[in-house]
């Protein structure tokens, strides 16, 4: 039975740009570097090349500058494409007649840990050889390795026939269309991790007539529509935002209130469309802003000021563009106090919103 998880996971903010922690690959032989021996014929991936499967049976290809005739860099049976990096790429077909696929299937050097946010990173050139260009990139992250007996589209339904049952698929992000036959364009995007991700697929896992694409202007001598990539330099990068700390809450430096008023200042505004900026870009992030008050007043008047501190956060965010139903908002009044200071600067802290981001995310 196939497992379906939704997760939330909570992300603390502070003010950075997302940078590289330590630049690791955890894609073991991401790069297409380490090989067996030089390729000799075609269908060879699982053969030449170390640490790398093919997880059905289609024939993916690995070309490497030792290459033999046909499978040689820069040029071969598919086209002409010099490496992003190195001396060796991989090549493969996401698109063919009858939902004909090939994959690449590459192990982690450990697993993602559950609800770290991480960036996975690819480059791509379409080959000469293709009669269509794809207008999407997806991966498949398991927790087990796959072994299928088919040579078609790893859909969902056939990946609960073969006993996957931990599995989630990342959309990358790209400019337009994967069109480009002259030089490498890379695809990316950043994700939280489920916790359970272990080894990662390339590929295209929708059928022939859900697939995404255009046609490219062709001579006769292509009449089979076929979209085939060469493939370089997939990486898997553990991401460490100074904005982001796991599971808790986190203030805008320069969105705190005067006393008796929920009016946003300008400083504070331009804090929260960092937040909307960021909210843009992960379309799957939701948030929770919650308002607070210093000890002055009754409790009654302070929860309708704090709800209000909350709502007021809220209306700008849809103002600037953000769906409604992606936040949330609640007023807390002096209930939770960031410090027991009763003092004027102490009591200025104290009245504040707090945000946290949460993820609401299908597997599937």
Known sequence: ?????????????????????????????????????CPQEMSNLAIDIKFLTTPTKGTTDYFNECGVGDMGIPKNFKGEQKPFKGKGYAGLHLYAPNDYREYIQFELSEPLQKGKLYRISLQSSLAESSVLAMQELTVLFTQEQIQADINQNLSPPRLERFNIERYSYVNLEIDGVLYDSGKWTEASVDFVAKGYEKYIVVGNFKNNKASKK??????????????????????????????????????????????????????????????????????????????????????????????????????????????????????????????????????????RVEFVMTSFEDDH
């Open 1 to 37: 039975m196939m497992v379906r998880e939704i997760r939330n996971i909570s992300l603390a903010f502070i003010f950075l740009l997302p940078v590289l922690a330590n630049a690791q690959n955890l894609v073991v032989n991401g790069g297409f570097e380490e090989y067996v021996s």
């Open 214 to 351: 255009i046609r490219l202007e062709t001579d006769e001598n292509k009449p089979v529509e076929t979209s085939y990539y060469y493939l370089d330099e997939v990486n898997v990068t553990y991401l460490r935002d100074a904005r982001y700390e796991l599971n808790k809450p986190f203030v805008l430096n320069q969105l705190l209130f005067e006393f008796d008023n929920f009016d946003l200042t300008e400083e504070g505004k331009k804090d929260i469309r960092k937040i909307y900026t960021h909210l843009k870009k992960h379309p799957k992030l939701l948030l929770t802003i919650n308002g607070h008050t210093d000890e002055l007043g009754s409790d009654p008047y302070n929860k309708y000021l704090s709800s209000r501190r909350a709502w007021t956060v809220a209306k700008y965010l849809q103002e600037l563009g953000l769906d409604k139903n992606r936040i949330s908002w609640k007023g807390h009044g002096e209930d939770l106090p960031v410090v027991n200071d009763f003092s004027e600067k102490g009591r200025k802290k104290n009245r």
